[in-house]
């Protein structure tokens, strides 16, 4: 456990004016630390989206500094990243743990507790089914699932984390993990909505 905190207390950037990404599946955490995924898409909910051309854009902006959200472990009083059980250390030192739960969903990670930071390269307003085979490769497609050949069907993904079936292109792949993810939420690959396309790169 100790070595463990030592090799993490000299991986963490601490940046105060970080923001935090939005949450991502573990597949895709792993994807983003690895440097296979340096894009990502949201959904464009605000009616006035347009005034982002106009440079008002609500949302992070090139050169913003964002770091990942990654959930924590409790072990033996100690916080731990849940992803890889490495040691969460500040510049205070290692992290005693404090909530009253033994897991801490990712989505209330302090900032001072971050380990992966990005910079935001590219901020673009387009629609979800314009998206290139470069852009859904980029994306992420494909991380993190075990698969005989093609790219993977992401409602087609057993309980052992094999995936039964494949597609022939990147791209058909990230229309079926956009709709895993976001289609009960109210926002299927079919209604082609209109997405910010974020492009970003990994600091550390």
């Known amino acids: 456990m ?7 207390a000299l991986r963490i950037p601490h ?12 597949e895709l955490r792993d994807a983003i630390r690895a440097k296979r995924k340096w894009q990502t898409r ?12 106009t440079g008002d854009c609500p949302h992070n902006q090139p050169g913003d500094i964002c770091y990942l959200r ?4 409790n072990i033996n009083g100690w916080a731990f990243y849940a992803d890889d059980e490495q040691a969460v250390s500040t510049p205070t030192g290692a992290m005693p743990w404090k909530w009253q739960v033994n897991k801490l969903s990712q989505l209330y990670l302090p900032r001072y507790a971050a380990s992966t930071f990005v910079v935001i390269e590219a901020v673009r307003a387009q629609r979800l089914q314009d998206i290139t085979e470069a852009d859904a490769i980029a994306d992420g497609v494909g991380a993190g ?22 597609f022939d292109t ?4 990230f229309q079926s993990l956009w709709d895993s ?8 690959w079919t209604n082609n909505d209109w997405v910010w396309a974020y492009t970003f790169k990994l600091t550390r």
């Open 42 to 53: 949201r959904v464009i909910k605000n009616p006035t989206w347009f005034a982002c051309l």
């Open 70 to 73: 990654e959930p924590l472990v």
């Open 170 to 173: 990147a791209k058909h792949s």
């Open 2 to 8: 100790f070595q463990s905190y030592m090799n993490s």
């Open 145 to 166: 699932f075990q698969m005989n050949a093609g790219w993977p069907d992401y409602l087609s993904i057993n309980k052992s984390g094999v995936c039964e079936r494949t």
């Open 15 to 26: 940046s105060a004016l970080a923001k935090p990404l939005p949450p991502f599946i573990r």
């Open 181 to 188: 993810i976001n289609s009960e939420r109210g926002y299927p």
